[in-house]
């Protein structure tokens, strides 16, 4: 037989405890399920901007290369500065709009979804 919270064993009396929002039948309390509330990645998102920002502008620089409107001399840099500000855009521009979508509070979208640095 199991003794209870309140039954005496080898000569010490238990007392039953109390505290704040356990449930007696099985032992959880509120507190386990509440999510923290999740803070702004700062640090990400200004480089996500950055990322954006520069992106942006490797490809317009880039598509100013291969329309000819800067000079020809510097064509061979064409390929290598468009690729670069591809790749750096499209990381840059999915996060911008995450943070984006989450500081408007649309459903589905939060700043978890984010990658953070952890500080």
Request: glycine share 8%; proline share 7%; net charge positive.
């Amino acid at each position: 037989m199991m003794p209870t919270k309140n039954a005496k064993m080898s000569g010490l009396k238990y007392k039953k405890m109390e505290t704040p929002g356990i449930s007696s039948q099985d032992g959880y309390t509120e507190l386990q399920f509440r999510k923290p509330p999740v803070k702004v990645p700062v640090k990400a998102i200004a480089l996500a901007m950055f990322l954006f920002l520069l992106g942006s502008i490797l490809i317009i620089v880039g598509a100013m290369l291969l329309s000819g409107y800067i000079d020809a001399k510097y064509s061979d840099r064409t390929w290598p500065v468009l690729i670069i500000g591809a790749l750096l855009f499209i990381p840059g521009s999915y996060h911008v709009r995450l943070a984006y979508y989450a500081y408007k509070g649309y459903r589905g979208y939060s700043y978890e979804d984010i990658p953070d640095f952890d500080d």
